[in-house]
């Protein structure tokens, strides 16, 4: 807050064990915006996916998916899925009809609940499916669930877009949370994406949603998030 940031994006291992009194008492004593909740503690700590040659690691990752979702719902913010969707692969649970099957499944239990759910393409070393912005919006066409939306995150664009400015035109209203960050996760500005034109197509295009930083921590996290939105500041 100190910083001039509006809102926090939240990244939980166990979604069922978050201290919510602390949280909402945080974000009440900081007058922050609880921007959405993400998933990459689950794959990054303990290697949990949706679609996974284990059987049990297909199972708790779905659990905590529906725990993750009823947290969503209690701030009314989106659910955001990226590489946690897993990889396809030729292994039982593990094809692209098993990764339909399980995204269709968790937008129902969204749907129950009101929330929206962001998938995030990753480039093709991060992950095998969902790679660019249009495979992104022909799953949203697939699933068919007007909750359904993209993360779009500049530093994969900048790796599988030809034009990033132009991929989040076609995104348009699908655009539910933006990830941040120039070339090989640098601090904005200090890579070689063209963020100055693509932060100019964001304001024709009326973009209210979150920027949220998505960098690495160098020289240290407080400078890293100082130099991110000093960047933006230039740009107001």
Known sequence: KEMGYDGVELLVQNPSKTDTEYLQEELEKNQLTLAAIGTSPMQTEERLFLIHPEAECRKEARTRCSALLKLCARYQVPALVGKYRGQIEEAPGCGEEDLEAVLRD???????????????????????????????????????????????????????????????????????????????????????????????????????????????????????????????????
């Open 106 to 236: 968790i937008c129902r239990e969204a749907e129950s609940l009101n929330v929206k759910i962001l998938l995030e393409p990753q480039n093709f070393a991060s992950i095998n499916n969902i790679n660019t912005i249009e495979d992104g919006l022909e799953w949203i066409q697939r699933l068919g669930y007007s909750g359904l939306g993209l993360l779009t995150d500049f530093y994969h664009m900048g790796i599988t877009e030809n034009s990033i400015a132009e991929s989040l035109m076609k995104a348009g209203n699908h655009i539910g949370l933006i990830h941040m960050s120039d070339s090989g996760r640098k601090i904005p500005g200090e890579g070689k994406l063209p963020l100055k034109k693509v932060m100019e197509t964001l304001r024709k295009m009326d973009y209210t949603g979150f920027l949220s930083p998505e960098i690495e921590q160098e020289p240290d996290s407080p400078r890293a998030a100082e130099g991110a939105m000093k960047f933006l500041k230039e740009l107001r």
